[in-house]
């Protein structure tokens, strides 16, 4: 049976795991717990622009029934598109990545930045991770943003891993 996302005490541990704001954008959930994960009424969204911080909650991506994430499992959320399907969709990047992905209507900013955020049924905060604005040492053209290694604690720069491990650039 898939737990919480938000019930590390029995080894369900959602996360945000990389972010990619170039090119294709698209954000990765990383199951880091030991088991099954139910995403069932989690979402994910942006930020809101007025203060870059704030869950921009109308815009989140809802995943629905049944939804769930196997441990070291990886989920990919392709974002900036002009009509997103609804639940999980076939066609996800051109060139790489899993074939099994969620569509969101909203974009990454490279350029100002932007917090990207994991929240639970009631739109409380599960994760969420800065992604850093050009300017500020961000993350160039071609590289992720991303915990290293996966699931880990510490981000930074890293080679694009659509639904795989994490890596250095």
């Known amino acids: 049976d898939a737990v919480a996302a938000t019930d590390a005490g029995v080894g369900g541990r959602v996360l945000i795991n990389e972010v990619r704001a170039?090119?294709?954008?698209?954000?990765?959930?990383?199951?880091?717990?030991a088991s099954p994960v139910s995403l069932t009424g989690l979402g994910v969204t942006d930020s809101e622009s007025a203060d870059g911080v704030t869950a921009r909650v109308a815009d989140k991506v809802v995943f629905p029934a049944g939804t769930t994430l196997g441990p070291?499992?990886?989920?990919?959320?392709?974002?900036d598109l002009m009509t997103p399907g609804m639940g999980a969709q076939t066609m996800c990047?051109?060139?790489a990545g899993p074939t099994r992905c969620f569509h969101a209507g909203f974009g990454i900013s490279s350029s100002r930045g932007e917090t990207l955020h994991l929240l639970d049924a009631m739109d409380r905060p599960v994760d969420r991770v800065a992604f850093p604005p050009d300017g500020d040492g961000g993350v160039p053209?071609?590289?992720t943003w991303a915990r290293l290694p996966s699931g880990g604690a510490t981000w930074g720069r890293?080679?694009?891993?659509?639904?795989?491990p994490n890596r250095t650039p």
């Open 72 to 79: 070291g499992e990886h989920l990919l959320i392709v974002a």
């Open 141 to 143: 053209s071609g590289e």
């Open 22 to 33: 170039s090119g294709d954008d698209w954000i990765e959930l990383y199951n880091a717990g």
């Open 158 to 164: 890293a080679a694009p891993t659509p639904g795989a």
């Open 93 to 95: 990047l051109a060139d």
